[in-house]
């Protein structure tokens, strides 16, 4: 079949082809052809044909598509020298520039390249190792990526949920960021590197031991040879609640040497409300109202810079700098009614103030070396400091409608907090053959803590008095060494990945507590064994296969949950800490099938997750005093399913649906009843690309948690309508974006004790909307 232009175009043009032919004769081409597939000698179907009179011009003299076989025919009616532009998902570009008088153009067959696999967008792999790929990871290509904002690219992979501070996890588990398989000193590598400093993002929800992650890992992987030049980039937005966020970054490439530095900053507040009823067997009963205001400001800058020698090593490093601001307020209420005469006996009016800074500094350095054979070796070394200060302000307005006085008692409590980090890793990659590659690596790790508590107290109109008793210091110290290997290799259709991880230390914990009158070492020395497993076949050739895969984590307890000593700046909640705990366990569980056709991808799988010796806090109370305790109980196990479909509908627009579901059953907890979980999640994304320049994409979110028995129930949902438009030859971009989120949470728990009945109350309502633009120019 010929291709046509559009309606309206076809109806002007035969007017004006019928005023001309009284007059003279017109020039009608044909220019014809068929696209096929470079790799695999096929005709490549949907491919956007478009021809223009200059290049960079938007509107085109002629367009259409490829028919099944990849044959297309597009007729011009003007003579002269042109520029033809040609399109396809999952496949490079392709440009010609054409000669035309009045004979038709044959170009015959034009072979088009595969982008690495499959569509467009994604390319599932794994990490390669001379053309093979580790089971288990999808990969994605950035060049092939509609957007330019990192946040929204991630955003839209399977299974990620990103908040509105840009955090991502993956079913309820945080997602941890690595840098060509490696820690970075950036917080957030989304904000501090370009897209186009990015070759592409490996996606593992149950990453191989050589990540050293206990959780889903996003892999960023930098081009070894992005092009020589400077970009500039800048955006922010903001919205209600006082909510806003904007920074500025660049990058300068030259043939050796890369520099990406960063300006970053985000805020916003929230409130909440809820109420209590309380029925005590003392005839009393208590009515309380509680609100709460918090929110935070947060900065940082620094810049990311490589090296390269022409002995294809590398050095790289990060400096980062950042300060981050934050406060709280909270009001209860509480009135208090004799039942027998039901009467007003007292209020008592308690409020909570807090505010608190924390000042980050990082510095890192990595060195890499790759060898002809394909030997790799890493270095690397990071060091972190960071401050931080609270200060919180209680406050007690007793009010009597007896005789006896009104009272007023304030606490304040000053914390200060400082941490200095050192790491050093090393990891060398040994290839065995083109499909097998073995892994090993030490990494050593030693933190130090130190933390100073002090408090004062007034009393009615009186002054402040300072309260030695209730000094207290505290430091620790942890030492760790991490020693792991791990084997990837393919035969055939099956793969496997084996991986081990040993981990020892000690964590050395000194603290003074004036008021308990001890000045005590406590000194915890800790060993764990983590093993993961892969196994994958490919059930086709290319494009289908399933994985099975097993992984555990151990995870020793914290300094804090540790020392018996730790206690609280509220004098009113005291937690200790238990000696005797063990280190918790949890066992993740994974089967994946994978679909990837000529004009979609389909994921699909089931998940399980379950938890020992999890760490857990026994509370109590005491006159008015609550306190805590570490212990180990039975953990939680987590059981899901989770499917994801992305579809190219028609050329230029695409559809995507993700979600998941997961049954979580948590145990009894000293006497309170066991109970479960149901959450779901479930994204769906349309982007429409048009007249070669623009781009609209509408991307819609939900998430759900449920307990079993009402008692508490959270979701969050968010709209997101992002437009996109290119200019200066596609260098540059406009980035706007509206979004609208909603977060809420209600608590509804009835709960009983020896001496009282308590139906407490509690919800959350957070409502965002948010403006945002932001600006990209490349290579300048």
Same mark, same amino acid.
């Given at each position: 079949?010929?291709?046509?232009?559009?309606?309206?175009?076809?109806?002007?043009?035969? $007017?004006?082809?019928?005023?001309?032919?009284? @007059?003279?004769?017109?020039?009608?081409? +044909?220019?014809?052809?068929?696209?096929?597939?470079?790799?695999?000698?096929?005709?490549?179907?949907?491919?956007?044909?478009?021809?223009?009179?200059?290049?960079?011009?938007?509107?085109?003299?002629?367009?259409?598509?490829?028919?099944?076989?990849?044959?297309?025919?597009?007729?011009?009616?003007?003579?002269?020298?042109?520029?033809?532009? $040609?399109?396809?998902?999952?496949?490079?570009?392709?440009?010609?520039?054409?000669? $035309?008088?009045?004979?038709?153009?044959?170009?015959?067959?034009?072979?088009?390249?595969?982008?690495?696999?499959?569509?467009?967008?994604?390319?599932?792999?794994?990490?390669?190792?001379?053309?093979? %790929?580790?089971?288990?990871?999808?990969?994605?290509?950035?060049?092939?990526?509609?957007?330019? /904002?990192?946040?929204?690219?991630?955003?839209?992979?399977?299974?990620?949920?990103?908040?509105? /501070?840009?955090?991502? +996890?993956?079913?309820?588990?945080?997602?941890?960021?690595?840098?060509?398989?490696?820690?970075?000193?950036?917080?957030?590598?989304?904000?501090?590197?370009?897209?186009?400093?990015? &070759?592409?993002?490996?996606?593992?929800?149950?990453?191989?031991?050589?990540?050293?992650? +206990?959780?889903?890992?996003?892999?960023?992987?930098?081009?070894?040879?992005?092009?020589?030049?400077?970009?500039? *980039?800048?955006?922010?937005?903001?919205?209600?609640?006082?909510?806003?966020?904007?920074?500025?970054?660049?990058?300068? =490439?030259?043939?050796?040497?890369?520099?990406?530095?960063?300006?970053?900053? +985000?805020?916003?507040?929230?409130?909440?409300?809820?109420?209590?009823?309380?029925?005590?067997?003392?005839?009393?009963?208590?009515?309380?109202?509680?609100?709460?205001?918090?929110?935070?400001?947060?900065?940082?800058?620094?810049?990311?810079?490589?090296?390269?020698?022409?002995?294809?090593?590398?050095?790289?490093?990060?400096? *980062?700098?950042?300060?981050?601001?934050?406060?709280?307020?909270?009001?209860?209420?509480?009135?208090?009614? /004799?039942?027998? %005469?039901?009467?007003?006996?007292?209020?008592?009016? =308690?409020?909570?103030?807090?505010?608190?800074?924390?000042?980050?500094?990082?510095?890192?350095?990595?060195?890499?070396?790759?060898?002809?054979?394909?030997?790799?070796?890493?270095?690397?070394?990071?060091?972190?400091?960071?401050?931080?200060?609270?200060?919180?302000?209680?406050?007690? /307005?007793?009010?009597?409608?007896?005789?006896?006085?009104?009272?007023?008692?304030?606490?304040?409590?000053? #914390?200060?907090?400082?941490?200095?980090?050192?790491?050093?890793?090393? =990891?060398?990659?040994?290839?065995?053959?083109?499909?097998?590659?073995?892994?090993?690596?030490?990494?050593?790790?030693?933190?130090?803590?130190?933390?100073?508590?002090?408090?004062?107290?007034?009393?009615?109109?009186?002054?402040?008095?300072?309260?030695?008793?209730?000094?207290?210091?505290?430091?620790?110290?942890?030492?760790?060494?991490?020693?792991?290997?791990?084997?990837?290799?393919?035969?055939?259709?099956?793969? !496997?990945?084996?991986?081990?991880?040993?981990? @020892?230390?000690?964590?050395?914990?000194?603290?003074?507590?004036?008021?308990?009158?001890?000045?005590?070492?406590?000194?915890?020395?800790?060993?764990?064994?983590?093993?993961?497993?892969?196994?994958?076949?490919?059930?086709?050739?290319?494009?289908?296969?399933?994985? !099975?895969?097993?992984?555990?984590?151990?995870?020793?307890?914290?300094?804090?949950?540790?020392?018996?000593?730790?206690?609280?700046?509220?004098?009113?909640?005291?937690?200790?800490?238990?000696?005797?705990?063990?280190?918790?366990?949890?066992?993740?569980?994974?089967?994946?099938?994978?679909?990837?056709?000529? @004009?979609?991808?389909?994921?699909?799988?089931?998940?399980? #997750?379950?938890?020992?010796?999890?760490?857990? =806090?026994?509370?109590?109370?005491?006159?008015?005093?609550?306190?805590?305790?570490?212990?180990?109980?039975?953990?939680?196990?987590?059981?899901?399913?989770?499917?994801?479909?992305?579809?190219?509908?028609?050329?230029?627009? *695409?559809?995507? $649906?993700?979600?998941?579901?997961?049954?979580?059953?948590?145990?009894?907890?000293?006497?309170?009843?066991?109970?479960?979980?149901?959450?779901?999640?479930?994204?769906?994304?349309?982007?429409?690309?048009?007249?070669?320049?623009?781009?609209? &994409?509408?991307?819609?979110?939900?998430?759900?948690?449920?307990?079993?028995?009402? &008692?508490?129930? &959270?979701?969050?949902?968010?709209?997101?309508?992002?437009?996109?438009?290119?200019?200066?030859?596609?260098?540059?971009?406009?980035? !706007?974006?509206? #979004?609208?989120?909603?977060?809420?949470?209600?608590?509804?728990?009835?709960?009983?004790?020896?001496?009282?009945? *308590?139906?407490?109350?509690?919800?959350?309502?957070?409502?965002?909307?948010?403006?945002?633009? %932001?600006?990209?120019?490349?290579?300048?």
């Amino acid at each position: 079949m010929k291709f046509r232009l559009p309606l309206f175009k076809l109806a002007f043009f035969l $007017v004006f082809l019928f005023s001309l032919t009284v @007059t003279q004769a017109q020039t009608i081409v +044909s220019v014809s052809g068929q696209f096929v597939d470079s790799e695999k000698d096929e005709g490549v179907p949907f491919a956007t044909v478009a021809i223009f009179k200059n290049k960079g011009d938007v509107n085109p003299i002629g367009s259409g598509f490829s028919e099944e076989d990849g044959s297309f025919e597009i007729i011009l009616t003007e003579s002269g020298t042109f520029f033809m532009q $040609v399109q396809c998902m999952g496949f490079d570009g392709y440009e010609q520039a054409l000669a $035309v008088d009045i004979s038709d153009i044959k170009l015959g067959q034009i072979p088009l390249k595969s982008q690495t696999q499959m569509l467009e967008s994604v390319v599932i792999t794994g990490e390669k190792v001379s053309g093979t %790929s580790t089971p288990g990871a999808m990969k994605f290509n950035m060049d092939a990526q509609g957007s330019d /904002d990192m946040e929204e690219i991630v955003s839209n992979m399977p299974g990620v949920e990103m908040d509105f /501070d840009g955090n991502a +996890s993956i079913r309820g588990l945080s997602v941890t960021y690595l840098v060509n398989g490696e820690e970075s000193g950036m917080e957030n590598p989304l904000q501090e590197i370009p897209k186009q400093s990015i &070759a592409s993002i490996e996606l593992m929800t149950n990453p191989p031991v050589e990540y050293a992650s +206990s959780g889903p890992v996003i892999n960023i992987i930098l081009k070894e040879d992005a092009k020589i030049g400077n970009s500039f *980039r800048m955006g922010g937005n903001f919205g209600n609640l006082n909510s806003a966020k904007g920074y500025v970054g660049g990058s300068v =490439r030259t043939e050796n040497l890369t520099i990406n530095p960063w300006v970053y900053y +985000s805020q916003r507040d929230r409130e909440t409300f809820g109420n209590n009823e309380q029925l005590n067997y003392d005839e009393r009963f208590m009515e309380q109202s509680h609100t709460s205001k918090n929110g935070w400001r947060y900065g940082s800058a620094g810049t990311w810079w490589a090296y390269k020698f022409k002995d294809k090593s590398e050095l790289s490093g990060t400096i *980062r700098y950042s300060l981050s601001d934050n406060f709280s307020e909270s009001w209860n209420n509480n009135d208090f009614y /004799d039942l027998d %005469s039901v009467t007003f006996r007292n209020t008592n009016v =308690r409020t909570n103030e807090n505010n608190g800074f924390t000042r980050d500094f990082s510095y890192e350095n990595k060195y890499r070396k790759t060898w002809e054979s394909g030997q790799k070796l890493s270095l690397r070394y990071l060091m972190n400091y960071k401050e931080s200060f609270s200060s919180q302000h209680q406050g007690s /307005d007793y009010i009597y409608n007896a005789e006896e006085d009104n009272a007023t008692i304030l606490d304040r409590g000053d #914390r200060t907090n400082d941490n200095m980090r050192h790491r050093f890793q090393a =990891r060398f990659t040994q290839p065995i053959n083109e499909e097998m590659r073995v892994v090993t690596g030490y990494y050593f790790d030693y933190r130090k803590n130190n933390q100073t508590a002090e408090y004062d107290r007034k009393e009615n109109e009186g002054d402040w008095i300072y309260n030695p008793d209730r000094r207290q210091d505290a430091s620790t110290e942890t030492m760790a060494h991490d020693v792991f290997a791990s084997f990837t290799g393919k035969w055939d259709r099956f793969g !496997l990945n084996l991986g081990m991880r040993y981990k @020892t230390g000690k964590t050395d914990i000194h603290q003074w507590d004036a008021g308990m009158g001890v000045y005590d070492d406590f000194l915890n020395q800790f060993s764990n064994l983590n093993n993961t497993i892969k196994l994958s076949y490919d059930l086709k050739e290319e494009g289908e296969n399933i994985m !099975l895969s097993y992984r555990n984590n151990v995870r020793p307890p914290s300094a804090g949950q540790l020392n018996p000593f730790v206690n609280d700046a509220n004098p009113l909640w005291i937690t200790m800490g238990n000696p005797d705990l063990n280190s918790t366990k949890t066992h993740y569980l994974e089967l994946e099938y994978l679909k990837v056709g000529d @004009t979609y991808t389909f994921k699909g799988g089931a998940f399980g #997750r379950k938890i020992f010796d999890q760490v857990a =806090r026994y509370q109590w109370s005491e006159a008015d005093t609550i306190y805590n305790s570490y212990h180990n109980i039975e953990g939680v196990s987590v059981a899901g399913l989770n499917v994801y479909l992305q579809k190219d509908i028609v050329p230029g627009l *695409r559809g995507t $649906v993700d979600g998941s579901w997961s049954y979580e059953y948590m145990p009894d907890r000293e006497g309170d009843l066991s109970k479960s979980q149901t959450y779901y999640f479930i994204k769906g994304n349309v982007e429409y690309k048009f007249a070669k320049n623009y781009r609209i &994409a509408l991307t819609g979110r939900y998430t759900s948690t449920k307990l079993s028995n009402n &008692a508490q129930t &959270a979701g969050y949902g968010s709209m997101d309508i992002n437009f996109e438009r290119k200019f200066y030859d596609g260098k540059g971009k406009i980035y !706007l974006n509206i #979004r609208d989120v909603l977060n809420t949470f209600e608590q509804n728990v009835l709960t009983s004790s020896d001496s009282f009945i *308590r139906d407490s109350f509690a919800k959350q309502e957070t409502r965002m909307f948010m403006l945002g633009m %932001s600006f990209y120019l490349n290579g300048l």
